[in-house]
């Protein structure tokens, strides 16, 4: 379906969540952070970050840790709640918190009574009035209480880890999880009133064949997933030292990758499944990600593809990123550093990057490329990339017709690849090997 042209995909590129990425951040005064939230208007998110699962997978690139001891859990509770109130005071009253989302890590590595009273928490501390609630979960430490809990908070959207359902390759990652449990999870989240249920699922894993893969989506789709973020395995253990578990020669080549991601795109758009961007999918009959991608009013932050249209999230607990106009604010990463901090009623963001005018400009231009397929660009950002672009445009990949630069059909695998050339840090990420392949 797509044309291949691997010299095209051999530089590993980021997956722009934002611009500059988190790659590029360094200690920032936290007093900027401070002033960034004193200086927000109009709609917030919340992102709550939850730095704990109940077993820890091989493959996994996020902030997280294994629950553990009780007394672990409650201390980064403790230390959370003194940070909401932190964070809130300094929120203009004008400010209106519109969504919350509960991430990790496992939100639900949490007891379900500990959740209830974290969202109680929030809901004064930032005078709550019906805000949209979306978690991720993990079906293998799913119960009936947090079925309970779930429904009494009124969460509509919810996103559960599934990867594989070829249990070979689920060995392999250190993710065993039978098929019966997400059904059962699934049959418990509807019961919930989740009205927006997301698979997370992956290619590229160690041992997995296109078989593999097609049986996961059939699986994913009869067992109606609203949404699908179908994600190539990022395999950087010289990063992620958990990786070192995983079998490097058990992946499939770049080759095959390829050939994977295609098949999954081909399976959901003829499966009753609209595209969102690359690597997203969406049913068009309701949820609000499909409507957002068919009506351009797509969006890109640190949670992926989104319909939310805040122009200021709010990241809280360890490692939370915070992203303003003007800054993007990382919090202490180390748990029990950001427990320290935040105990003593200071925000925890202590990393980050204050955004010029340029980077700004640049941010903009990838969002719309990767959200939109297109996206119009100043003379002097044409000029720029003019004779980098060549060996896309030649290729029918891109089109550079006065100020607007799109990416056809063809190119839809190459578009972070074409985004990555508004990125003038790239040259030090091809140096660092910080990031994976770009498919």
């Not at 691997?6 to 360094?26: H, I, N, Q, W």
């Not at 639900?108 to 928490?121: E, K, Q, T």
């Not at 709010?314 to 320290?340: P, V, W």
């Amino acid at each position: 379906m797509w044309p291949y042209h691997p010299e095209l995909l051999a530089t590993p590129v980021p997956r722009y969540t934002s611009f500059p990425t988190a790659a590029e951040f360094g200690d920032i005064d936290p007093a900027l952070h401070r002033m960034a939230i004193e200086d927000a208007r109009g709609d917030i998110s919340l992102y709550v970050h939850i730095p704990f699962c109940e077993k820890i997978c091989f493959y996994c690139g996020c902030n997280t840790a294994a629950a553990g001891r009780r007394q672990r859990l409650d201390s980064y509770l403790s230390a959370l709640d003194r940070e909401v109130g932190t964070i809130a005071a300094l929120l203009p009253r004008a400010a209106r918190v519109r969504r919350v989302s509960f991430g990790g890590g496992s939100p639900n590595a949490l007891d379900p009574v500990d959740f209830i009273r974290l969202v109680d928490r929030l809901t004064v501390a930032f005078r709550l009035t019906d805000p949209v609630y979306s978690i991720e979960l993990d079906p293998r430490s799913m119960t009936v209480d947090w079925m309970r809990a779930i429904r009494a908070v009124g969460i509509e959207r919810a996103s559960l880890g599934v990867q594989t359902f070829a249990h070979h390759c689920q060995e392999a990652i250190g993710r065993v999880q039978g098929a019966g449990t997400v059904s059962r999870t699934v049959d418990w989240l509807r019961t919930a009133g989740v009205t927006s249920l997301n698979f997370d699922l992956m290619y590229g894993l160690p041992y997995q064949s296109r078989d593999d893969l097609t049986d996961t989506l059939e699986r994913a789709q009869s067992l109606g997933a609203d949404r699908i973020a179908l994600f190539g395995y990022a395999h950087v253990p010289h990063v992620v030292p958990r990786q070192r578990a995983i079998d490097a020669l058990a992946l499939p080549g770049t080759d095959e990758r390829f050939a994977m991601a295609a098949l999954g795109y081909e399976h959901l758009c003829t499966h009753g499944y609209v595209p969102v961007g690359f690597d997203h999918f969406a049913r068009p009959g309701g949820d609000p990600l499909a409507h957002a991608a068919l009506d351009g009013s797509l969006r890109r932050n640190f949670q992926g593809f989104t319909d939310d249209q805040a122009p200021n999230l709010i990241g809280l607990g360890a490692s939370a990123i915070s992203q303003f106009l003007h800054l993007l604010a990382q919090n202490e990463k180390n748990s029990g550093r950001y427990r320290m901090i935040a105990s003593q009623g200071l925000p925890a963001a202590n990393r980050g990057i204050a955004r010029s005018e340029s980077e700004r400009q640049r941010g903009e231009v990838i969002e719309q490329l990767l959200c939109r397929g297109r996206a119009r660009l100043t003379r002097e950002l044409g000029a720029e990339v003019a004779a980098q672009l060549c060996p896309f445009t030649i290729r029918g990949l891109a089109t550079f017709e006065g100020d607007w630069l799109s990416v056809t059909p063809d190119g839809l695998p190459y578009a972070r690849t074409i985004a990555a050339l508004f990125d003038p840090y790239r040259k030090i990420h091809q140096q660092q090997k910080r990031f994976s392949s770009a498919i």
